[in-house]
């Protein structure tokens, strides 16, 4: 049995190590600008640029510079009073979207309706998710909304095996998504399943039919429960960093966007994308995805999140 603070540590750990690229430049760097140093004009200057290459936007690094003069211009700083000022700064922007996904167990299914561009990881995803809800006693059940690549149901299919979920799919592409998740909700009313996972194409931003064929998957389920989708949610790949910004504006005009999975901080620089998504939009981030792993989709956690992209230790 692992106990809850080894489990804790260990989730910790895996963050602090998947965000390894962006607090290494970020700490390594705020260490080069932070030696024996004042804080003055130049060091705050050069302290933006630093915080604007982890992709946290210009108006958040703005905002965190400013933050750090009011309480310390002119004084001697360390590295570590910096990065722990910073960590407490960006900690206060994220608190409010660090919101956990909470499934409505009386709604039977709880739909959530899964979006993204094209490879963001929505359908790994979904597979973490099922384990994790199965993993709280829920009955999932998922819908191979994706029936444009041919690969496709049969990769969620395998996400089904694995976490002992079943898949409601059609066989050959070019299907109709919104009939087929029409379907599955109608199966899983008749069985009692607690959460249902609609899978979706990759969007690309310029095909105006993806984004009706969404649209269309929204408005269909309602037919059988108008408070479906419950939750619609839009993967987005943090190693695209800015570009996610756009993402969002993009999937927003088509369904109201609920909630955002930030997938890939193993292995990017920019994992500041996080906290000027934060910023910006004020959406819930309900979990944040650490590796290809079914067990690599942990909660969002303000404070962690923060030490962590600061290099700081928790
Ligand atoms: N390193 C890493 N890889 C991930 C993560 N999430 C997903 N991936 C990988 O990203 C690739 C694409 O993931 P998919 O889940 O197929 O993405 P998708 O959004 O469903 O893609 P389409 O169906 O083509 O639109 C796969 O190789 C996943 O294993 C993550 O958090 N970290
Ligand atoms: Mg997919």
Excluded: C, Y
Aim: charged share 25%; hydrophobic share 45%; aromatic share 4%.
């Amino acid at each position: 049995m692992v106990d809850e603070g080894e489990k804790k540590r260990g989730w910790l750990a895996r963050l602090r190590g998947g965000l390894k690229r962006t607090s290494s430049n970020l700490g390594s760097g705020i260490g080069g600008i932070f030696s024996g140093r004042k804080l003055d004009d130049d060091a705050l200057e050069e302290l933006e640029e630093l915080l604007i290459t982890s992709d946290m936007g210009a108006a958040t690094a703005a905002e965190l510079t400013a933050a750090l003069a009011r309480e310390r211009f002119g004084k001697d700083v360390s590295a570590d009073d910096v990065q722990t000022a910073l960590a407490s700064e960006i900690t206060k922007i994220l608190l409010p979207v660090a919101q956990p996904l909470i499934i409505d167990r009386a709604a039977k299914p709880h739909v959530i309706l899964v979006a993204g561009v094209n490879g963001t990881g929505k359908t790994t995803t979904i597979g973490k998710l099922a384990k994790q809800f199965r993993d709280d006693g829920l009955s999932v059940m998922l819908v191979a909304g994706d029936t444009f690549r041919a690969a496709a149901v049969e990769q969620l299919k395998i996400w089904g095996e694995r976490t002992g979920v079943p898949v409601v799919a059609r066989d050959g592409q070019g299907g109709d998504a919104a009939g087929l998740a029409f379907e599955g909700l109608e199966r899983a009313r008749a069985e009692g399943t607690d959460v249902l996972l609609i899978d979706t194409a990759g969007r690309l931003q310029n095909k105006a039919h993806l984004m009706e064929e969404l649209t269309k998957i929204d408005r269909v389920v309602k037919k059988l429960d108008a408070d479906a989708p419950h939750t619609r949610l839009l993967v987005l790949d943090a190693t695209t960093g800015q570009n996610a910004h756009n993402q969002v504006e993009v999937f927003r005009e088509a369904v109201a966007i609920d909630a955002l999975v930030l997938t890939k901080l193993d292995g990017t620089a920019k994992g500041g994308v996080l906290v000027a998504l934060a910023r910006r939009f004020g959406l819930p981030v309900v979990s944040l995805g650490v590796g290809e792993g079914v067990d690599d989709l942990r909660p969002f956690e303000a404070e962690a999140f923060a030490r962590a992209l600061m290099a700081l230790d928790d």
